[in-house]
């Protein structure tokens, strides 16, 4: 564990987000005496070849996510607070009890895409080689299970042929089912750059939305969802008809492409079907499939539209069957490009995270491999055969089958479809071991041991990104006392299991040589993942890695930027595989019931479960609720207008959805999208994978989580308001609540839904004491109650400082939340104190939403400035605000705004 103050006042790690995997520099201020008192400047590595400095909006907020307020500071068991030895005995001991009495079957792991690839090893041995399951799963199964298995059915592994350069060395980048802006914005920069630098470059979209990443599209195919196979077999078709096939590449390197070409050329040869099928005009798709006639030179960027699927895996096969039946892979600007999205994804991949991985790109359907990795390891007690995937998993806990399960790093009551149904399954089960860095998550709650994770800036180990390049991660501050690093706590555990030897690790280093090793135990060529190069490493050279592209071998030493360059593939005949592919739709098809598709995904300031941004004001500022975009025509019919709330519901039961209304005419019609990331600790009913059912795809097991079916409501509010509170507050009974954290104060937007149970506002003048939690004796209140116009407006003042204000009204309010928020720094001053309940500070502009979070600037102060300066582009308004001008994340934001008002101007000059 790094206790130490770090000797050097910069560090080199890695961002603890998206698999971009860029390079941090950490400035850390040495002069601190204590270790908390460290102060932290977060910069972007120059060195560092996947960002060369850059860092997007998330990245470069991360040293603002460092404090350790809702950290958990203690194991705990049954929400009592107990010592570690007791904790790790409690787990051990229940472990084994399972086992012995159920067979190693009974107990599970799940784990994550975000541990480090020396915590993902330990977790991997433990279960597989020692307690003798594959019952070992990991997030990654909701993330890109379904591409590894693309992969492996193409090309005999699991292996990520490109590099990040190929992206900008590329004539035509085709983007599937990837909102790079947002969820990758430093790939989406570097494309953004090279086209600029070289304008003949073409990219084309596809994504049944007009998202930020369109911004750079020279063709943006909104597709009807879940319609991309029939997309790529009509391209398949479409190039054969025009003999714009690679046959060489086809006959010396490929098999089953006859088969493949003739069920695409039957299926889709009609490019008139195709555009029936994909909701695209013919002409689209005909410049779409001339332009990849035209540029060998060609990229295809695929990432969740693709992979959370029922057919995901057929999907990214369609991809790669272009691909091969083209010779565009293994060349310079050319490949099947899946991006990985968390940290370490690929990291996961390679100690065989999966329940149906062995270890180091090995599996359990080849004998060999099984004896090979148990020889390695020594191990006790090989598992055999492949585990249950994670819908499986929680399935087989709600069955009882699995009777203990240890969580670590994610948080799936949040994250796995049918989510209810996996809090209910956790809540049966016997024990629940949960480790993670937060103390209050929806998971931790469900939890009967509860173990401290040490997190990003405390841990120390490696991590492997979307173009296999494994960088270091470093500790430069300590956690809280009582947390501890992951593979510590595994190791913990396996001892007192009786694994003593196998588990006796002094360092992270030790770990990585031995996985290291691993990868070229008795390899001779025979496995793509191959790192032997750094197996022996010392500890001080383990220290000092830098960025290493695998494999890294003998006759690879610095590492490899393509893979496959010779044509050589790891199947049994060294040839890839094209797969014929039939075209299936979404599980679920929209019925009178459910009339709308329900498409989810990411918000660009967010992560996930929000444990770590929305911790951040910086971060919540672009969005600080959760919306539901829908088309205006939809809206329309169904009398929605924009800001409103809505009721979801889907198939999964009874849970209903609430959420605001955000009219777009950038969704298709039919179409909805609802973000992830909100949870019980930040809304009352945010969950959307409350609503989504668990369907799989049959060969990855990775759930569907882009085209479930839903209906919407209106919800028919007695009257909302808006909270601010210094302290948390219980909002029971509010049918609706959305919690943003302030520095000083958490603000509640709420609503009460009509009823026999909603309170009247004078009900409510005289409860809201109670719910502020405010029988201080000095208090002052401030209150007002218009009833004709159905008003409430109430403050709680303590010693001249704000404690609380709430504004009640029929509809929701249009008040300045930034100004009041401000209000909770200090004091009252007299003119505060007069506009309070106002809600706004008379004479001041009000910013709107903000754009740019880096330097906070609002919606309104770019229109203004656009309309007072006549901007015309995103350079131009960052000369004037700055926006844009950090991290640039926020660029296509602006562009955008900036036609909207050309639109404006435009429309009044001709009308
Ligand atoms: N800001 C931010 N960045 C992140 C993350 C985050 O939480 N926040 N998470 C990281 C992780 S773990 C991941 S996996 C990645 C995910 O990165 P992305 O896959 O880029 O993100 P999503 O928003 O989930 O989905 C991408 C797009 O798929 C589209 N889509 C839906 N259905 C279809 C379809 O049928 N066909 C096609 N072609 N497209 C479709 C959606 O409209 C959406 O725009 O992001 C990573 N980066
Ligand atoms: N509807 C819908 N659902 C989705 C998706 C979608 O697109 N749509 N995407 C899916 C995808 S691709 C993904 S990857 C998942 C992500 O979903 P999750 O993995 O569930 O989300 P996170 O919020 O990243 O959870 C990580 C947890 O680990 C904790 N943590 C952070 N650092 C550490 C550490 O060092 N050690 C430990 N032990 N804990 C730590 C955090 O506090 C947090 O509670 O969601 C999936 N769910
Ligand atoms: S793109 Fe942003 S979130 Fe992703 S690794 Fe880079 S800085 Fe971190
Ligand atoms: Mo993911």
Known sequence: ??????????????????????????????????????????????????????????????????????????????????????????????????????????????????????????????????????????????????????????????????????????????????????????????????????????????????????????????????????????????????????????????????????????????????????????????????????????????????NQSSSGVDKSNAIINVHLATGRIGQVGMGPFSITGQPNAMGGREVGGLANQLAAHMDFSNSEDIHRVARFWKAANMAQSNGLKAVDMFNAVATGKIKAIWIMNTNPVVSMPNANFVRQALQRCEMVVVSDCMQHTDTTEVADVLLPALTWGEIDGTVTNSERTISRQRAFMAGPENARADWWMLCEVAKRMGFVDAFDYQNVAQIFREHAALSGYQNNGTRDFDISGLARLSDEQYQQLTPMQWPVNVENPLGTKRLFSDGKFFTPSGKARCIAIT????????????????????????????????????????????????????????????????CLQGKTGDYRLIARAQVSAKQRRGELFVPMHWNRQFASAGNVDALIPAVVDGLSGQPEFKHAVVNVQPFKSAWQGVIFSRQALKLEGIAYWNKVSGKDFSRYEIAMEQGKEALSLHELQAHLPTLFGAQNPSSEWL???????????????????????????????????????????????????????????????????????????????????????????????????????NCGSCVPELTEIIAQQQAKIKELTSA
């Not at 941004?613 to 939809?634: F, N, Y």
């Open 1 to 306: 564990m790094n206790k130490q103050i770090p000797s050097s006042d910069s560090i080199n790690t890695t961002c603890p987000y998206c698999g971009v995997g860029c390079g941090i520099e950490v400035k850390v201020d040495a002069k601190a005496q204590k270790l908390a008192d460290i102060k932290v400047k977060v910069l972007g590595d120059k060195t560092h070849p996947a960002n060369f400095g850059k860092l997007c909006v998330k990245g470069s907020a991360a040293g603002e996510t460092l404090s350790f307020d809702g950290r958990m500071l203690a194991p705990q068991f049954k929400g009592k607070t107990v010592s570690w030895s007791s904790a790790l005995n409690t787990v051990a001991e229940k472990f084994t009890q399972v086992i012995a009495e159920h067979g190693p079957d009974a107990v599970a792991f799940y784990v994550s895409g975000q541990f480090l690839t020396e915590d993902y090893y330990v977790a991997n041995k433990l279960m597989k080689g020692f307690i003798g399951s594959a019952n070992i799963d990991t997030n990654s199964r909701l993330c890109m299970a379904s591409a590894v298995v693309g992969y492996k059915r193409a090309f005999g592994v699991d292996a990520v042929p490109c590099s990040y350069e190929d992206l900008e060395l590329a004539d035509l980048v085709v983007i599937v089912g990837s909102n790079t802006a947002w969820a990758h914005p430093i790939i989406y920069q570097r494309i953004a750059a090279a086209k600029k630098q070289r304008p003949s470059m073409k990219i084309v979209v596809v994504d049944p939305r007009q998202t930020a990443t369109c911004d750079i599209a020279d063709l943006h195919l909104a597709i009807a969802p879940g319609s991309d196979a029939n997309l790529f077999n009509g391209l398949l078709a479409s190039l054969g008809q025009n003999e714009a096939l690679d046959e060489a590449f086809i006959n010396n390197h490929t098999e089953g492409f006859k088969e493949a070409f003739s069920h695409a050329q039957i299926l889709q040869g009609d490019i008139h079907r195709v555009a029936k099928e994909c909701g695209l005009e013919v002409t689209q798709l005909q410049t779409f499939y001339r332009w990849v006639r035209e540029h060998q030179k060609m990229v295809t960027l695929y990432s969740q539209g693709v």
């Open 583 to 646: 075209p299936q739709a979404p599980r679920y098809k929209t019925d009178a019931q459910f009339p709308f598709v329900l498409n989810t995904g990411r918000y660009r300031d967010q992560w996930h479960s929000m444990t770590r941004t929305g911790k951040t004001a910086k971060l919540m500022a672009h969005r600080d609720e959760m919306q539901v975009e829908i088309h205006p025509h939809d809206a329309a019919e169904k009398g929605v207008v924009d800001g409103q709330l809505l």
């Open 783 to 885: 209150s007002y109650l218009d009833a004709n116009q159905q008003q409430l407006r109430m403050a709680q003042l303590v010693d001249g400082q704000l404690q609380a204000v709430a504004f009640i009204a029929l509809e929701s309010h249009t008040l300045d939340r930034n100004w009041l928020g401000s209000l909770f720094a200090e004091p009252l001053a007299a003119q505060q104190r007069r506009f309070l309940l106002a809600g706004r500070n008379s004479g001041a502009k009000e910013t709107g939403p903000t754009v740019c979070s880096c330097f906070g600037v609002g919606l309104n102060t770019i229109i203004e400035a656009i309309v007072s300066q006549q901007l015309s582009s995103a350079e131009q308004i960052g000369q004037a605000l700055k926006a844009g001008t």
